[in-house]
């Protein structure tokens, strides 16, 4: 490799890595959700994750019920278990999209197999490097602004460049995303007052999705019944 592609730089590098890893990934319906290069010095990891189209999508959020509650099952109003039932058959429902959704390990070692033989190509890296390629999963970062639209009511975990004064110097801010414009996008704080904050996508460090598990623990007089 020559001087110029070692001191390529980070932002071209990412930029020509990205050009590389969309058009494999369009050959399976696929785009790129986020790339991360981690690492400067012998031995860089290069992440992509791939995921199907999220423009004009709306991801239901469905609270996954307890064991305690699916245990009451048995024992109430015959509607409000129709209700009950028609939540379970929601979140079967998700399940089948996301599995579904094509990012397999299979479509992911493919996809992984047409970057590497690219970058080889394009000779980009000055030393050995490693690459991975996953989907995002369930507690996906978010890359930029429009990534969040599709999870308006769920819940996710953000933390700031800066502290924000407003807000007692805090830099880490939990809640519902309520709302999401051009540049700014506002959530609904977990805690009693229910305080709404918005912020703007420039002072974002970090913002993931939070997935609900179930509750599968059992208090000691529940697991002798």
């Known amino acids: 490799m020559n001087e110029q592609g070692k001191n390529i730089g980070k932002t071209k590098l990412l930029g020509i890595v990205r050009d590389i890893a969309a058009v494999a990934a369009k050959s ?8 991360e290069l981690l690492g400067s010095g012998t031995r860089p990891v290069v992440r992509i994750f791939v995921d199907t189209p999220w423009e004009n999508k709306v991801v239901p959020f469905v609270k996954p019920l307890t064991r305690e509650e699916k245990s009451k099952q048995k024992s109430i109003h015959p509607m409000a278990k129709k209700q009950m039932e028609n ?19 299979d479509v992911c070692a493919e996809i992984s197999r047409l970057i590497g033989l ?13 690459l991975e390629v996953s989907s ?4 996906r970062n978010f890359y930029e602004i429009s990534q969040l639209r599709p999870y308006l009511g769920h819940p996710l975990d953000v933390t700031l ?4 004064p407003d807000f007692a110097d805090r830099k880490k801010f939990r809640g519902t995303l309520k709302e999401v414009t051009a540049n700014t996008f506002t959530l609904i704080l977990d805690n009693p007052e229910g ?11 970090k913002a993931h999705l939070v997935h609900i598990f179930p ?3 059992f208090s000691k007089t529940n697991s002798r019944k």
């Open 87 to 105: 939540q379970e058959d929601r979140e079967e429902d998700f399940s089948e999209m996301s599995e579904e959704s094509g990012v397999s390990v």
């Open 118 to 130: 690219s970058l080889e190509v394009e000779d980009i890296f000055a030393n050995a490097w490693i």
């Open 28 to 35: 399976f319906n696929l785009h790129i959700w986020g790339i």
């Open 161 to 164: 460049e800066n502290s924000r």
């Open 215 to 217: 509750e599968t623990t």
């Open 136 to 139: 995002p999963g369930l507690e």
């Open 195 to 205: 305080q709404e904050c918005t912020l703007d996508w420039d002072t974002v460090k």
